[in-house]
């Protein structure tokens, strides 16, 4: 398994934009898939999106694409989510996953790594 740590989670006014951070350790991350979930009160934990690490593929949720996008840094061992226009439907604690399989999965029990997750609430 690899260690994952989030960053850059806050509050900001709806259309505004955030920056999350995943910095990567453990172990070399080839063949994996990052991906960012995200989970509201009383809601399940959703897949936002994912990358994947050497093909550099990257899967959305409907209800993000085309505002968020994710990205990968080799040399920094991080993956991001630049989110943009963000809703107040986007508060959530967003968490950091990794597999080991190499598929862009969106189910979270198909993800053996967790992050300790970052908090993002968006105002009206």
């Known amino acids: 398994q690899v260690q994952l740590v989030e960053s850059g989670g806050g509050a900001v006014q709806a259309g505004g934009s955030l920056r999350l951070s995943c910095a990567a350790s453990g172990r070399t991350l080839n063949p994996y898939v990052m991906a960012w979930f995200r989970q509201a009160p009383g809601k399940e934990r959703e897949f936002v999106a994912g990358i994947g690490w050497v093909s550099g593929a990257t899967r959305y949720a409907e209800s993000v694409e085309g505002r968020f996008t994710i990205s990968r840094d080799y040399v920094k061992n991080t993956v991001s989510l630049q989110m943009n226009d963000l809703r107040p439907e986007d508060t959530a604690a967003y968490y950091c996953?990794?597999?080991?399989?190499?598929?862009?999965?969106?189910?979270?029990?198909?993800?053996?790594?967790w992050g300790q997750g970052t908090q993002v609430a968006v105002s009206s």
């Open positions: 996953a990794a597999n080991d399989d190499g598929f862009l999965r969106t189910n979270e029990w198909q993800y053996q790594s």
